[in-house]
């Protein structure tokens, strides 16, 4: 699976994502050993902390399907920018994908991949 193929599953989930209050859509695709992929978006809450953001929605539904062999995740928003993940969402990572990267893209359409271990140095382990 190519960084161009993930980032275009990405911005496929992100019309499903669910953000009437802060209008910022999210979405995500992540790429297992075997090439197939889980996708999430972000789905917000009138409470608003039940909101969970679009990587933790596909990191969750693929590890609640047995899955754990990840390659790689894209992040895309409505931005328009690079949309890096929370600190919250760094951590999830962090816990069952330390050593592979993160795919995201620029405002002049640059893919490009950045290390989740640089993301988060020194991530919490029990
Ligand atoms: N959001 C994500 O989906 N992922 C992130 O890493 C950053 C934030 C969502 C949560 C909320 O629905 C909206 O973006 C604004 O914070």
């Given at each position: 699976m190519t960084n161009e193929e993930l980032i275009a599953i990405a911005k496929k989930a992100m019309e499903n994502s669910y953000a009437p209050y802060s209008n910022f859509n999210v979405g995500a695709a992540i790429c297992l050993s075997d090439g197939s992929v889980y996708t999430g978006c972000n789905i917000e809450n009138?409470?608003?902390?039940v909101t969970i953001c679009a990587e933790r929605t596909a990191l969750f539904k693929a590890v609640s399907e047995g899955r754990r062999d990840f390659e790689k995740i894209a992040i895309v928003s409505s931005s328009g920018e690079a949309t890096y993940p929370c600190g919250m969402c760094r951590q999830a990572l962090f816990e069952f994908m330390a050593d592979k990267k993160v795919v995201l893209e620029d405002d002049n359409g640059k893919i490009f991949e950045v290390d989740i271990k640089d993301l988060i140095p020194h991530g919490f382990k029990l």
């Open positions: 009138s409470s608003y902390p």
